[in-house]
């Protein structure tokens, strides 16, 4: 390929609207360009390097016994009534009726239509297993698409799904997922951790995610050096280490005017912040008044938060707060009004001292003991786990970071083939639903999470694995007579040896060259420069470590295709 026929319309200075370097770095280097909010055309480098992950992930599907398939990208909206999703699932899902006012959806992901397509066809135990997947485009109508890739509105998603006939069946497909998506993010070139999950609309009980990690990940995660765990901050739960009050565990009313912050409490009786139990006042998903008690030094867990109190829960309302009795900075378990529920975080069930609101303004109680005074309705994980908790394997204390997530594994169980009849034939003559596994890669998400992981002052470092072109050749002077023909030469023994090259034809400064080469990424750069020529030389820069050696001509093709083919995925 020359780069003069080349279509990426290079910037040279930074998208204003651009916050992350991947979102910044594919605009400038020629390989996206915005469409509307969240919607994104793939222009021809960062689509062959798109197509290399694709194909990456479709070795390790079919490595690990999936069938690739391809089902359409308009849904029956019935069918997301028959697994109760339709209204469920929110906003974010695209609806709308054909021209006979048939209501469709765009799919987002497709439960569904598997289990729509597959409950007429699997239906006895000697059939099964059986793991089917697609890459499509997804839909998301997300209320506010940023970062790019990152967050879009249309998405490429590799999606599988498994059909078991026991658990045992079941976990030895999850495993081999978990396997091929670990495979995925190596032969990517990325850093990620598996990482324990909520399910969130997807629904099921067990979910590892696959993080990338990255500063600028939107998603944060604690993990343990010492045991291996790891899992996001919906889903990590841990004994959080708690203190108790002051006083010697009597119920005692303290004085404690304007001091409605845990800051000022714990100031106040000169103990830590996790000594302190913080009060937050809610209506639920149904309406209803809720008091939920958490560790002082720890925050409510939304996620979690939403599996207790359902979605839509909310903070009560200032007019809320009088209408219900309570008292902002001095809410607590202790003389709760009537009527409201009382959920206490899991971490405090061992706890009998504690500091908290008196339900008075400008009182604290101390020495309030579970049991005794007060009856909690419910104990339940409420809190998002922090660095320095301890580790719920080892113990040990745990480390936070931020992440990328580029994929996920599920086991769905029998969620939507009990509610859409996909149902199959054991050994035994009984009817029994199929036991599900979901398994989503984010092939785009993907492309963004390398460039956030590779990447450099001067541009993209791309991993050899997934780069658009694995060499490019930079003549400096294409009208030179020594010059070029050793360019032309390089470049036809190195497509010999089954290379990806870019030739930079073009009649450009060095400087440019140079400069669009290290923004656009290619992972050798082989300069033919007329001094080195005439010496029987060019020169070889490595893009990730920058280092430069000067290689005779004749040797350079096969010195280049040995490092490549080492690199190769």
Request: charged fraction near 30%.
């Amino acid at each position: 390929m020359k780069m003069s026929r080349l279509y990426a319309p290079t910037l040279k200075e930074d998208p204003t609207e651009a916050e992350l370097a991947s979102h910044r770095l594919l605009l400038r280097a020629g390989m996206i360009r915005k469409e509307a909010a969240g919607l994104y055309t793939y222009l021809p480098l960062a689509w062959r390097s798109i197509r290399k992950i694709e194909n990456i992930v479709r070795d390790e599907m079919d490595t690990h016994d999936a069938q690739e398939l391809m089902m359409p990208i308009m849904v029956d909206a019935d069918l997301w009534r028959q697994s109760g999703r339709i209204d469920a699932y929110g906003k974010e899902l695209v609806r709308f009726n054909d021209r006979h006012e048939r209501e469709f959806v765009l799919g987002p992901t497709h439960e569904e239509t598997i289990t729509a397509l597959v409950r007429n066809e699997l239906r006895s135990y000697k059939q099964l297993p059986v793991n089917l997947y697609h890459i499509q485009d997804k839909f998301r109508d997300e209320f506010r698409p940023r970062y790019g890739l990152m967050r879009g509105r249309e998405f490429i998603m590799k999606d599988a799904y498994s059909f078991s006939a026991t658990q045992e069946s079941l976990q030895e497909e999850y495993d081999k997922m978990k396997e091929a998506y670990a495979n995925i993010c190596v032969r990517c070139g990325l850093k990620a951790l598996p990482v324990v999950a909520d399910s969130g609309e997807i629904g099921g009980d067990t979910s590892v995610e696959f993080m990338a990690l990255a500063d600028a990940g939107e998603a944060s995660l604690v993990y343990c050096d010492d045991c291996g765990f790891a899992a996001d901050d919906e889903a990590a739960s841990t004994t959080v280490a708690v203190s108790e009050g002051p006083g010697d565990g009597t119920l005692t009313k303290v004085e404690t005017p304007g001091l409605g912050t845990i800051a000022d409490v714990a100031k106040f009786f000169g103990f830590p912040e996790n000594g302190t139990r913080k009060a937050l006042a809610i209506i639920d998903a149904e309406g209803n008044p809720v008091v939920a008690i958490v560790p002082g030094d720890h925050e409510l867990n939304d996620c979690k938060a939403e599996h207790v109190f359902g979605k839509g829960y909310r903070l009560m309302t200032d007019e809320e707060l009088e209408e219900n009795g309570l008292f902002k900075g001095f809410i607590g378990p202790v003389n709760l009004p009537e009527g409201i529920r009382l959920v206490c975080d899991k971490s405090l069930e061992g706890s009998k001292s504690w500091t908290c609101g008196a339900n008075e303004v400008d009182y604290h109680f101390t020495g309030a003991c579970p049991g005794r005074d007060f009856t909690p309705d419910e104990w339940a994980d409420l809190v998002t786990v922090v660095a320095g908790d301890p580790c719920p394997h080892c113990g040990r204390p745990l480390a936070s970071a931020r992440g990328i997530e580029v994929s996920q594994v599920f086991q769905l169980g029998t969620k939507y083939s009990e509610a859409m009849g996909a149902y199959f034939m054991d050994e035994d003559g009984k009817e029994k639903p199929l036991i599900m596994g979901c398994y989503g890669v984010g092939v785009s998400r993907t492309l963004a999470a390398i460039v956030e992981q590779h990447n450099d002052e001067n541009g993209i470092i791309w991993p050899v694995s997934v780069a658009p072109y694995e060499v490019s050749i930079i003549p400096l002077d294409v009208n030179d007579d020594l010059v070029w023909p050793v360019a032309e030469k390089v470049s036809a023994a190195l497509a010999e040896k089954g290379i990806e090259v870019i030739v930079d034809d073009r009649k450009e400064r060095p400087g440019v060259k140079f400069a669009d080469n290290d923004l656009m990424g290619f992972p050798y750069q082989i300069v033919c420069g007329k001094k080195a020529v005439k010496n029987g030389n060019v020169e070889l820069k490595d893009r990730a470590t920058g280092e430069r050696s000067e290689v005779a001509i004749d040797e350079v093709a096969e010195k280049v295709a040995q490092l490549v083919l080492a690199a190769r995925a």
